[in-house]
T-cell receptor, first 112, second 115 residues
Framework: DAGVIQSPRHEVTEMGQEVTLRCKPI?????LFWYRQTMMRGLELLIY????????DSGMPEDRFSAKMPNASFSTLKIQPSEPRDSAVYFC??????????FGSGTRLTVV | AQSVTQLDSQVPVFEEAPVELRCNYS??????LFWYVQYPNQGLQLLLK??????LVKGINGFEAEFNKSQTSFHLRKPSVHISDTAEYFC?????????????FGKGTRLSVIA
């Protein structure tokens, strides 16, 4: 099992550009979570899915953020347009039950 | 709603000394409790979890934690730390009787082991 795979590992983009972060969960897991980690706010839950359906997106900071899960093996988190304050490490995690999280290695996003 | 407080943001400790990382939670119902570790430039990994049964839970890398319901605590301990234990540690809580709600994480404690 390759674990939760996130891409890219690092992303540097200019303010105003669209950014797409990708996640491949572990096969058979039915929950998928997107988190954002910053020094100031710690680990924040942005959105999570159950069986590809978004359950709670109340953590998504603004309309600039959107997430999709078109199938059980792929999810994206998109920021359009990006801003410097979006700079953070974004983690994807998947789980067979609501409790057994496996985290990916994260995407470090820098918006300049 | 549940919340988690990790009382120490940073804990420096000498190699081979014991360490305790403190975690308190706020919940009026039954809880599941977790400790995760994050090494530099990596994602979080599960160290141990308490779901039910014995209040003393043993995890990987020699760590253990004790669930104390009366004090609403779940402190993490290791009798002798190694340099390789330097990392950030996160406590997390969930309320299983409140439906399938995600884990709520504390802000983390950075453990620095000094040679």
């Amino acid at each position: 099992d390759a674990g939760v795979i996130q891409s890219p590992r690092h992303e540097v983009t200019e303010m105003g550009q669209e950014v797409t972060l990708r996640c491949k969960p572990i096969s058979g897991h039915d929950y998928l979570f997107w988190y954002r980690q910053t020094m100031m706010r710690g680990l924040e839950l942005l959105i999570y899915f159950n069986n590809n359906v978004p359950i709670d997106d109340s953590g998504m900071p603004e309309d600039r953020f959107s997430a999709k899960m078109p199938n059980a093996s792929f999810s994206t988190l998109k920021i359009q347009p990006s801003e410097p304050r979006d700079s953070a490490v974004y983690f994807c995690a998947s789980s067979f039950s609501i409790y057994g999280y496996t985290f990916g290695s994260g995407t470090r996003l820098t918006v300049v | 709603a549940q919340s988690v407080t990790q009382l120490d943001s940073q804990v420096p400790v000498f190699e081979e000394a014991p360490v305790e990382l403190r975690c308190n939670y706020s919940s009026s119902v039954s809880v599941y409790l977790f400790w995760y570790v994050q090494y530099p430039n990596q994602g979080l990994q599960l160290l141990l979890k308490y779901l039910s049964g014995s209040t003393l839970v043993k995890g990987i890398n020699g760590f253990e934690a004790e669930f104390n319901k009366s004090q609403t605590s779940f402190h993490l301990r290791k009798p002798s730390v190694h340099i390789s234990d330097t990392a950030e540690y996160f406590c997390a809580v969930s309320e299983p009787d409140s439906g399938n709600t995600p884990l709520v994480f504390g802000k983390g404690t950075r453990l620095s082991v000094i040679a």
